[in-house]
């Protein structure tokens, strides 16, 4: 009876298992599998591209492409400035939230939820517009207070690209945030008010360390989704092509290769290799965090 109800209970999670399967493992295999080989001409380039098996090429290769290791060094430095900013404005907000009453906090989280719930090649899109000096009002008001910016100029496009991830990114890492914060046993805040904390004293010493676990979340997640920007760059690069060029990501580069330079076993070991590395870095930065919260 036993066996047979945890047969039944198994098999609720069978398709989870298949599409866990078919939709990760399987092509994590086959980019595998395509990275160990390469398109070779024969003779003098007249008798067509012939496959070839050449085990680990792809990868040496990919390891000391400067376009490919410069990308990701470029992608991480901005990393480095855009997550945890994004990230104390989510928290700020999730303590604003806190302090509210119910109702109250309700109706603030929707609307600062609505952003996430833009897609976001359509938020790309709002705001390439609004930098826009021809047809956005951001160059204009700039002009009245004496601002001569260029949202696409160098030394401005990640900071556009940042603004777009942060107000993108704020309202549904604020919701993770906020959620943990509900957890907190609210007779510690009564405690502390009696023995005369301010509420600054309460979310630094109370409510900020119970929701580290939830920061490390966000924080992952958020490493995760940067390494694998894409979207964003590629539409700014419909306007300054001069700045973004097609190497100006690890993802751009990798559909470059894959369909453009028409070098799909080059494409996926480069796949792999980002897929590594962003592993790498998500345990470490577990690894590192979680000593925190534990």
Known sequence: MVRSQRWKGAAFTVPFQLGFVFIYLVPIGYAVYESLFQEKQSGLGLGGATREFTGLDNYQLGLTDSAFMGSILRVVLFACVQIPFMLLVSLVLALFLDALTSKAANRFRIVLLIPYMIPGVVAA????NLYSPEVGPL????DLFG????????SMVWPSIGNLL?????????????SALQGVPRELFEAARLDGASEARIALSIKIPFVRGALVLT???SIIQ???????????????????????????IIYNQAFNAGNYHYAA??????ALILGVSSFLFYRLTAKEVD
């Open 226 to 252: 940067m390494l694998q920007i894409f979207n964003e760059p590629a539409l700014f690069r419909n306007i300054t092509p001069e700045t973004v060029d097609d190497s100006f990501t690890p993802i751009m």
């Open 269 to 274: 070991a480069l796949s792999v290799l980002l």
């Open 219 to 221: 924080g992952l997640l």
């Open 166 to 178: 942060t107000w993108h990114g704020i309202g549904y890492n604020m919701v993770i945030i906020y």
């Open 147 to 154: 601002f001569d910016w260029n949202f696409f100029s160098p």
């Open 139 to 142: 160059t204009p008001i700039g």
């Open 125 to 128: 899109i709002v705001w390439i």
